[in-house]
């Protein structure tokens, strides 16, 4: 696991061992909180033993900023803490993500251990407000990867914790490709310090309009693509054309995994306008398990 320092109170964690997922933690003299965990337990648990070890700052809080299994499987790892998350946070953990568990328990060792823990504090239309000590954190829905996904911004810092609405590439076969669109575009003409993406790099503040306009590009150029596909004799041939680079992306992030992320976009994409073709198969960021 990487540990990487944004501000003076804020740290960052990205997995080794699961598709460059990042949690952060936001230290305060009152306590911290804790947005997002990682898949593996062993990772929470380095988490852990950092921040309330090392740092001697008990976890107050765990944000979740929505219900995929490499966001929330480490939650339980804080029981003295207030969990909060969008109220459809809440039901999608106990419905997909508490079946999701046990099929994961049982194809997974290394997750039998892990327990489903659901948030205590909910919000719905209205943004939420959290005080901690001397800092002030705005939470807030953006639909798109899935639909309960939410942002948390560090008032006092500017950096914006930015779930997978801001990840290496849009990735929506869980959630709804205008929700993503509207939640990019809301996002546009702020100044942040940093994001820190759901997955890979953070990014900085001078990279930040690029990142976000090069997402709505991306998602523009993919639906009309996938539109196009429409008026071809052979659609399925066309699209296995479409390579993630001709949407605009690199192959080579997160590990060259983007590829396979895109050709599940792309499918989903030419069913949502129409299309007949197999339906993407599950993955960890699309569904409660592993």
Avoid at 25 to 34: K, N, R, W
Avoid at 172 to 179: A, E, I, M, P, T
Avoid at 248 to 274: C, D, E, P, T
Wanted: net charge negative.
């Amino acid at each position: 696991m990487q540990r990487e320092r944004v501000a003076d109170d804020i740290y960052i964690f990205t997995s080794d061992l699961y598709a460059q997922v990042t949690a952060g933690v936001v230290l305060t003299a009152e306590g911290a909180v804790l947005i997002d965990t990682l898949l593996f337990p062993e990772e929470t648990r380095a988490i852990k033993h950092f921040v309330e070890g090392r740092l001697a700052c008990p976890v107050r809080y765990v944000i979740n900023t929505h219900y995929h299994a490499d966001h929330t499987y480490g939650t339980y790892m804080f029981p003295d803490a207030t969990v909060i998350s969008h109220a459809l946070c809440y039901d999608l953990l106990n419905t997909r993500g508490r079946d999701g568990l046990e099929q994961a328990r049982q194809e997974m060792s290394e997750l039998k251990s892990v327990q489903l823990a659901l948030p205590m504090l909910v919000f719905n239309h209205r943004p939420l407000i959290l005080r901690l000590g001397n800092k002030t954190l705005h939470m807030w829905h953006t639909p798109g990867h899935s639909p309960d996904c939410s942002v948390v911004l560090v008032k006092e810092d500017r950096v914006l914790f930015g779930a997978d609405t801001l990840m290496p590439i849009p990735y929506f076969v869980d959630g709804s490709y205008d929700d993503f669109l509207a939640s990019l575009q809301s996002l546009q003409n702020n100044t942040f310090e940093c994001i820190v993406q759901g997955h890979g790099e953070v990014i900085l503040r001078g990279e930040i309009e690029e990142k976000i306009q090069s997402d709505i590009k991306y998602l523009t150029l993919l639906k009309k693509y996938a539109t196009n596909a429409h008026t071809k004799s052979d659609p399925e041939a066309y699209l296995a054309r479409v390579d993630v680079e001709r949407c605009g992306k690199s192959r080579i992030l997160l590990s060259g995994q983007v590829q396979q992320l895109h050709v599940a976009n792309l499918r989903m994409m030419y069913k949502q306008v129409g299309g007949n073709i197999q339906a993407p198969e599950p993955t960890a960021e699309n569904s409660g398990d592993k």
